[in-house]
């Protein structure tokens, strides 16, 4: 089993579109959680943390749930410039960043 | 924000040859350095971390005499594909703690990324 798990899509949607990404990791000592945002050939960049009580910025909102090893992230009225990969990432007890395989979207006009 | 290079940003070699990647961390010291590498469709996967002054620690299957490396300063740390092959071919990017910490988090500062094309 992997240890960060996600659908790799593509969700294709419209622009103004409400998108969640789901994502599942196993183990449960992780420590820190993260969304990353990774363009086509280049370098992920940190998009949030994710935290247990849900934090928002924008129209990005990132859930975690502890008990169920989950992790979501929800973008709310979707832009062309949204269309991207975006990484689901767990840390441990070191600096070590373990990262899913990625969720692709494509926003459509 | 913090900064991190990486040299060059892509590579075309022929089987057999050594090629050396740069990573540097242009604004502040970087202790740690993280190696990962990206074949096409999926994801980052860690190799090894870079340790300025001392050797550096290998995933499990990461074969480190083939993928040497070498942290001599606090601000650069070098991968050398050693013996490249066409299965070596691929997106090589490494990341450095930035000292700046989101709660309990030390935020890491990607490069850019290299690209390896090995014929």
């Given at each position: 089993?992997?240890?960060?798990?996600?659908?790799?899509?593509?969700?294709?949607?419209p622009e103004g579109a409400t998108v969640a990404f789901n994502c599942t990791y196993s183990n449960s000592a992780s420590q820190s959680f993260f969304w990353y945002r990774q363009?086509?050939?280049?370098?992920?960049?940190?998009l949030m943390s994710v935290y247990s009580s849900g934090n928002e910025d924008g129209r990005f909102t990132a859930q975690l749930n502890r008990?169920?090893?989950?992790?979501?992230?929800?973008?709310?009225?979707?832009?062309?410039s949204d269309s991207a990969t975006y990484l689901c990432v767990v840390m441990g007890n070191t600096d070590k960043l373990i990262f899913g395989t990625g969720t692709r979207l494509q926003v459509f006009p | 924000g913090a900064v991190v290079s990486q040299h060059p940003s892509r590579v075309i070699c022929k089987s057999g040859t050594s090629v050396k990647i740069e990573c540097r961390s242009l604004d502040f010291q970087a202790t740690t350095m993280f190696w990962y590498r990206q074949f096409p469709k999926q994801s980052l996967m860690l190799m090894?971390?870079?340790?300025?002054?001392?050797?550096?620690?290998?995933?499990?299957?990461?074969?480190?005499?083939?993928f040497l490396i070498n942290h001599a300063s606090l601000?650069?740390?070098?991968?050398?594909?050693?013996?490249?092959?066409?299965?070596?071919?691929?997106?090589?990017?490494?990341?450095?703690?930035?000292?700046?910490?989101i709660g309990?988090?030390?935020?890491?500062?990607?490069?850019?990324?290299?690209?390896?094309?090995v014929l």
């Open positions: 089993r992997k240890e960060v798990e996600q659908d790799p899509g593509p969700f294709n949607v363009d086509c050939r280049k370098e992920p960049k940190l008990a169920s090893q989950y992790i979501s992230l929800l973008i709310r009225d979707s832009k062309l | 090894a971390t870079s340790n300025e002054g001392s050797k550096a620690t290998y995933e499990q299957g990461v074969e480190k005499d083939k601000t650069l740390s070098t991968l050398t594909v050693t013996s490249a092959h066409p299965e070596d071919s691929s997106f090589y990017i490494c990341s450095a703690p930035s000292g700046t910490s309990a988090y030390n935020e890491q500062f990607f490069g850019p990324g290299t690209r390896l094309t």
